[in-house]
């Protein structure tokens, strides 16, 4: 009975409230946990940073009228031939063209599936080629010759050029070296600090049929950012039937000229030359200035007076010793041990200052100190006139060039129907791709879009954020180090300068402007005072203006039955009073 009362006292009302607390209490704290274990979960897949765009490479291919294109896709070097022919002049052990060739992909690829020719073997001639679908005939369409190259490991000592092969009936690929008639040369080359883009080309002189090479002048844009970044670079040439050329890097113009005006030696030869058998007359004269004859050396002119003479007007300082050597022997010196006198002479000691000339103005014989002479005129000679007898420089006569003859067309070269690399190079793992010949701008640009396009988009989207471009960029210029810090250092210093002084408080700055009068000014106290009593000053006036105006509204018969006298006495009185009043200086002085 007491059992089942004290069960049913627990399960009451009271007891069943707070067996639902604590229910309340144990779900509560289970959902904390549930919920921080969401959040860990959520914080687990907080999503990524989106990953890298990749490009998906495909291989260009030619659209339009073209007469070479090459992108190596095929993992071979199938239409390619490999010189087997020895280098003239030097010795045997290196004039082999034995330099390796492969054709893979670079290093470190932005762009799976897109593979080149590499020149894999380092200080060894390479030299390889392969002919044109049909040769190149210079006659009214340009031509445009392209190719990438990537120096994948850097370049120190080597070319990366192309050779457009003459077309001849002897022509073999096989037997392909260095004096293999070539109608072009054109791409990068590099030795120590000298950055190069050929454009050579062979001109042929029509009087005699030799062939001689024409260089393009210089670009004028500096190189060496494509050989040192390790990221691919189209080389493109275009020239046009007008004479005109342009040497492209990437799409942008770096070089431009006429074959007629911009070529070393210049395309044609001068009309006239200097005589070869004209010789100087001897009595020529080609003296512009001469002796005057008629000049005579003045009388008193003494030119055995010396440039330096004592200074008469010296006095010897007092104090000097006369008697005393500047230099003494050492009087703690000893003569050492294994000094022989028949082998090393008579031993001196070694010579140190005089002590006693330290506190003298000097020691020795005095002698008086030398000055310029004022008589000096040194050796005379007669003055320089005009040569009356002056010829001018003596230059040969003109005759007319017997070799003399003049091509105003030298974009109509040789035709050439071969692509050949013919290279020795210091470095290795050159990368060269996508080599391109056509008459059409339109297409060279086309198959440019679709092959270095790529590659550049790729390396893009691989590029490292700017920091790193400023790290690597400082690592091959040290000096930016400075330009760094002095770009973000200045800025940091202004701000703090000028956080730290701050813009001075009105109190100060016109304190500071009193100290510089001596007119009496009011303190900054006074000041404070005064404008509290202007504004009190205000506040009476409204006051007093709503009184007047009260009294004016129910006493109108009775001022107007006022004497006017009494009206300025008491305008005048008003008036005084309240410029008193509105004046703080006056009202402190009534003050007090």
């Given at each position: ?5 004290l069960?049913e006292?627990?399960?009451g ?11 309340d209490m144990e ?16 914080e ?10 990749t490009?998906?490479?495909k ?5 339009g009228?073209h007469y070479?294109?090459?992108s190596?896709?095929?993992?071979t ?5 490999l010189?087997q ?11 082999k ?5 492969e ?10 599936g897109?593979?080149?020719?590499v ?6 001639h390479h030299?390889?080629?392969a ?5 190149f ?16 490991t850097?370049?120190?000592c080597g070319?990366?050029?192309v050779k ?5 009936p002897?022509?073999?690929?096989e037997?392909?070296v260095?004096?293999t ?6 791409g990068?080359?590099k ?9 050579i080309?062979?001109?042929k002189?029509p ?5 001689e ?9 500096d190189?060496?950012?494509?050989y040192t970044?390790?990221k ?7 020239l046009n039937?007008?004479?005109s050329?342009e040497?492209l890097?990437?799409q942008t ?6 074959l007629l005006?911009?070529m070393?030696?210049?395309i044609?030869?001068p009309a006239?030359?200097?005589d ?9 004269d080609?003296?512009?200035?001469i002796?005057?004859p008629?000049s ?5 002119w003494d ?7 004592p ?14 050597p ?7 010196a000893?003569k050492?041990?294994d000094w022989?006198?028949?082998?090393d002479?008579?031993?001196e000691a070694?010579q ?8 003298a ?12 002479n ?6 005379w000679k ?11 420089v ?9 070799d003399f003859?003049e091509d ?6 040789t035709?050439f ?14 990368f060269?791709?996508?080599f ?6 339109n297409v060279?640009e086309?198959w440019?879009a679709?092959?270095w ?16 471009q ?5 690592e091959?210029?040290p ?5 760094y810090?002095l ?14 002084t701050?813009k001075k408080?009105?109190?100060s ?9 001596d ?6 106290k ?7 009593a202007?504004e009190e000053?205000a506040?009476?006036e409204?006051?007093?203006a709503?009184?007047s105006?009260?009294e ?10 006022g004497?006017d ?10 008036s005084?009073d309240?410029?008193?009043r ?7 002085l009534?003050?007090?």
């Open positions: 009975m007491c059992g089942a009362a069960s006292s627990v399960s009302p009271h007891g069943v409230r707070a067996q639902e607390e604590a229910d779900m509560d704290v289970e959902d904390a946990i549930d919920d921080m274990q969401e959040e860990d979960v959520e687990e897949k907080a999503p990524s940073p989106p990953p890298v765009p490009v998906t490479y291989a260009p291919e030619p659209m009228e070479f294109a090459e190596f896709d095929k993992g070097l199938q239409g390619w031939v010189s022919a020895k280098k003239e002049g030097i010795d045997e052990d290196i004039a063209y034995d330099g390796k060739w054709v893979e992909e670079m290093k470190d690829t932005k762009l799976p897109d593979k080149g020719l020149l894999k073997s380092k200080a060894k030299a390889v080629s002919l044109l679908l049909r040769p005939t210079f006659d009214t369409k340009p031509l445009i010759v392209q190719y990438e190259v990537n120096f994948q850097g370049i120190d070319g990366a050029y457009l092969l003459s077309q001849t002897d022509l073999d690929l037997e392909f260095d004096k008639p070539y109608t072009i040369m054109f990068p080359d030795c120590g600090e000298d950055y190069k883009l050929h454009f080309f062979r001109h002189n009087k005699t049929g030799e062939f090479e024409k260089h393009a002048k210089k670009p004028d844009a190189l060496r950012t494509y970044d390790k691919t670079h189209l080389f493109t040439l275009v039937p007008d004479n050329f040497i890097i990437d113009v770096v070089n431009s000229g006429s005006n911009d070393t030696p210049p044609n030869p006239e030359i200097e070869p058998d004209d010789h100087k007359p001897e009595d020529w080609e003296r512009p200035k002796q005057d008629d005579v050396k003045p009388e008193d030119e055995d007076a010396p440039a330096k003479i200074d008469e007007d010296a006095v010897k300082p007092d104090g000097w010793l006369d008697d005393e500047e230099y003494i022997g050492d009087p703690d000893l050492p041990d022989d006198e028949d082998m002479g008579a031993w070694p140190i200052p005089n002590p006693v000339c330290e506190t103005p000097g020691c020795g014989p005095w002698e008086r100190p030398v000055i310029d004022p008589n000096y005129k040194g050796k007669p003055p320089m006139i005009d040569n009356p007898n002056y010829q001018g003596w230059k040969p006569r003109k005759i007319p060039n017997p003859f105003l067309h030298p974009f109509r070269m035709p129907s071969a692509v050949g690399l013919e290279l020795w190079s210091m470095s290795a793992d050159i060269f791709d996508n391109f010949v056509t008459s059409d701008r060279a086309r440019a679709d092959g396009g790529l590659k550049k988009a790729a390396e893009g989207a691989a590029e490292p954020g700017l920091v790193n400023m790290i690597t960029a400082a091959e210029r000096w930016l180090w400075i330009v810090v770009t973000v250092a200045l800025p940091l210093v202004l701000i703090i300068v000028f956080c730290c701050g408080s009105p109190a700055t016109s304190a500071a402007e009193y100290k510089k009068t007119a009496p000014q009011p303190d900054v006074e000041e404070a005072e005064e404008e509290e202007e000053d506040k009476e409204e006051s007093e709503k009184k105006e009260e004016d509204s129910s006493g109108e018969a009775e001022e107007a039955a004497s006298n009494k009206d300025d006495d008491t305008s005048n009185e008003k005084e309240d410029i008193l509105r004046s703080p200086r006056n009202r402190k009534r003050k007090d």
